[in-house]
């Protein structure tokens, strides 16, 4: 039924659509909370169309078990809003559960009787653990997860867990052009859903029943939410920052960086998106699409053009560090251990956890950056005030905590809770190899030995200083809460 490369996306996770019987086609909105360029919405409709029958797209929103926040709830709902407006439009059908996940779509499934359900892709252990649930309470529907969060699908790229950036850039150089293929769009879906559903609307009491049990940073984050606004962050950064970015984006005093993560981790945009925008740049300029075709990416000293320079930079970030997150957390289920991490990293981690602390910290302290360094404790007030530690000071911010804490994986643990709790793009895979990079030398090789760090790469204020003006970054968030 699906053309590749569509049809490289899609996985059956139980038993394929042989009988074809059922009321309507489902899609379980989960991480990629779009409607454009959204692949499992596409697969969805496809099939609905060929079946003839109605589609839904349901979102099943539930008490946070991890540290996400009532603001992130907020902005998640809101960029909803503009998912079930835009369906809407398309005839499609937009049906909020509020409830215990694995329940409710249940019960949601035997009311609906649906064909064939599809979801989007997550490599992360919640997730997962509900897809299991719910194949095993449903022998009879047959169920599909689709990668549209990659632009490479996870398990196309590699089918293992890879042992680094070099051992990933390769796989992803090689399918890079296969995929840089804009989707189809979304047509006005011909057939009518004549059931009950439920709008973020009707479900607003029980919306505000879950807010009100989340805890509240009371950040006001400076992001607008859905993917009309992620559409504009992107072309206002390609339009104002991507001449600079490559040149300074590793410069925390400047405003250099794209701000497209919170977009990211919602899916309220895709990479595929951001590389297909990134191309017209690069075809624009000219020298550099033969590169592209050649299936190659471009590398950033290939360029004399400052925007072309650029875009090859944001793909390896976007495209080569982002995915093989994806792949850690798919192919890794201790994704958040000390015995996630290489076997020398695991080892040196053993002989020097009981190293003396110079200082340490309790979570309290560190929260309310209280340390002797005043460059960390500008890294945790950026957090705390805005929602986001500039990508330079995230490394020197995680690296610290680690220093500072007993041994790595109480870092590990603190660091996630903080990161997850003020970050507008936490709860992420991205988020979580950060930490392991940081912590435990995930994708990274053995560095000089030293005390606590044992192997682990160490990041020191004279690093910082020998980079970028530390002093202006320190000013800069000097009073933030
Ligand atoms: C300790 C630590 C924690 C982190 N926590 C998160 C997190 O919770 N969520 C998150 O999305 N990223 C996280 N990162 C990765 C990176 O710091 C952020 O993606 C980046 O700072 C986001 O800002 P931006 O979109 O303006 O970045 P840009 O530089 O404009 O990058 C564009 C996109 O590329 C991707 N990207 C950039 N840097 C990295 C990287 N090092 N690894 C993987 N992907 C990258 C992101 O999707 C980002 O949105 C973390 C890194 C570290 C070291």
Redesign the pocket.
């Known amino acids: 039924m699906f053309d590749q490369p569509l049809a490289s996306r899609i996985r059956c996770i139980n038993k394929p659509d042989t009988n074809g019987s059922g009321d309507c086609v489902v899609y379980v909105m989960s991480r990629d909370q779009r409607v454009d360029d959204n692949h499992a919405l596409i697969a969805a409709q496809k099939h609905a169309i060929e079946k003839s029958l109605p589609l839904i797209v349901t979102f099943c929103l539930y008490q946070s078990t991890g540290h996400r926040t009532k603001e992130q709830y907020e902005f998640m709902l809101q960029g909803l809003g503009v998912v079930e407006k835009e369906l809407k439009d398309k005839n499609i059908v937009f049906h909020l559960i509020v409830g215990k996940s694995s329940q409710e779509l249940g019960s949601f499934f035997e009311e609906s009787k649906p064909s064939v359900v599809f979801f989007d892709f997550n490599p992360l252990s919640g997730p997962r653990t509900l897809l299991d649930s719910l194949v095993e309470s449903n022998p009879d529907i047959p169920m599909y997860v689709v990668d549209t969060h990659n632009m490479i699908p996870c398990w196309v790229a590699s089918d293992k867990k890879e042992f680094s950036a070099a051992t990933f850039r390769p796989k992803v150089h090689k399918y890079f052009g296969e995929y840089l293929i804009a989707p189809d769009d979304i047509v006005k879906h011909p057939h009518d859903f004549k059931g009950k559903t439920s709008s973020i609307r009707s479900q607003q009491k029980d919306i505000d029943a879950i807010l009100d049990k989340l805890v509240s940073t009371g950040i006001s984050y400076d992001f607008k939410p859905g993917e009309h606004a992620a559409r504009k962050k992107l072309a206002d950064f390609i339009h104002n920052k991507l001449e600079v970015y490559a040149h300074d984006?590793n410069d925390p005093t400047k405003d250099a960086?794209?701000?497209?993560?919170p977009y990211?981790?919602f899916g309220q945009l895709s990479s595929l998106r951001v590389a297909l925008e990134l191309q017209a740049v690069v075809n624009g300029a000219g020298a550099s699409l033969h590169l592209l075709e050649s299936k190659k990416m471009p590398q950033a000293n290939s360029f004399s053009n400052k925007k072309v320079a650029s875009a090859a930079v944001?793909l390896e970030?976007?495209i080569v560090?982002?995915e093989l997150?994806d792949n850690f957390c798919y192919y890794k289920d201790d994704y958040l251990l000390v015995s996630g991490a290489h076997d020398w990293a695991q080892e040196t981690i053993r002989e020097h956890d009981a190293d003396k602390r110079e200082h340490q910290y309790s979570k309290e302290e560190l929260q309310n950056a209280e340390t002797h360094d005043e460059a960390w404790n500008a890294a945790q007030r950026q957090m705390t005030s805005t929602g986001k530690i500039h990508?330079y000071m995230?490394?020197y911010?995680?690296k610290k905590v680690k220093e500072w804490t007993p041994d790595a994986q109480t870092a590990v643990d603190i660091?996630v809770e903080l990161?997850d709790k003020y970050?507008l793009?936490?709860g992420?895979p991205?988020?979580y190899v950060?930490?392991m990079?940081?912590v435990c030398g995930v994708h990274d090789r053995p560095w000089t030995e030293r005390e606590v760090f044992g192997k682990i790469r160490y990041m020191n204020y004279s690093g910082l200083k020998r980079k970028f003006d530390i002093e202006t970054y320190i000013k800069l968030h000097k009073n933030s809460k």
């Open positions: 984006r960086l794209s701000g497209l993560s990211l981790h944001l970030e976007m560090r982002k997150s990508g995230r490394m911010w995680a660091l990161n970050h793009d936490g992420d991205n988020g950060g930490i990079w940081s």
